[in-house]
């Protein structure tokens, strides 16, 4: 019937687009990384993306974000990202991101410590990634803008600012 021809043309685009994503991913990671590490990489990641993070994130963004994933461990179960997205849809708008193993911070947590580091998150999507392990972890990204009465150098203040997150969180 129609309904069932139609399910199965989306389900025919989906992996369609599925594919697409994991090629160019396995592709950046090699160009990036070296075919050793990159191989290594797309073993471990190339399906361990949600569909809406696939949607929503390109596989050269992805490249930075495994690059973070596959550096956290017991000793060091949080990472950040801070960094101006190359294509900004409101101006001054930077992009937070935080790694981390096994469960996602509260946004009761993150958002007071973001408004004392002088910037307000507009909005958040978090990302759970199934990891090779049976383990998981998380992409939390926020859309943040700095607070127009303080001077925020994105180049000075990234690296104090990602520290300083980390020790308060």
């Not at 309904?3 to 994503?21: M, S």
């Not at 410590?113 to 999507?125: D, F, H, P, Q, Y």
């Not at 700095?146 to 308060?168: G, K």
């Amino acid at each position: 019937t129609g309904q069932v021809a139609a399910a199965h043309i989306l389900q025919q685009r989906i992996w369609t687009a599925l594919t697409l994503w994991r090629d160019e991913l396995k592709k950046t990671l090699i160009n990036r990384f070296g075919e050793e590490r990159g191989l290594t990489l797309t073993h471990r990641y190339e399906d361990a993306f949600p569909a809406a993070y696939r949607e929503d994130v390109s596989a050269w963004v992805a490249s930075f974000d495994i690059d973070n994933l596959d550096q956290l461990n017991a000793e060091q179960p949080l990472r950040t990202s801070l960094y101006a997205p190359r294509q900004a849809r409101i101006k001054n708008l930077l992009r937070f991101k935080l790694f981390r193993l096994h469960e996602a911070l509260p946004l009761s947590s993150i958002l007071p410590t973001l408004e004392n580091l002088g910037v307000r998150a507009i909005s958040e999507r978090p990302y759970r990634i199934d990891l090779k392990d049976n383990d998981e972890a998380w992409i939390q990204d926020f859309d943040i803008i700095p607070d127009t009465r303080m001077s925020f150098d994105l180049h000075v203040v990234q690296d104090s600012f990602r520290e300083t997150f980390n020790e308060v969180q």
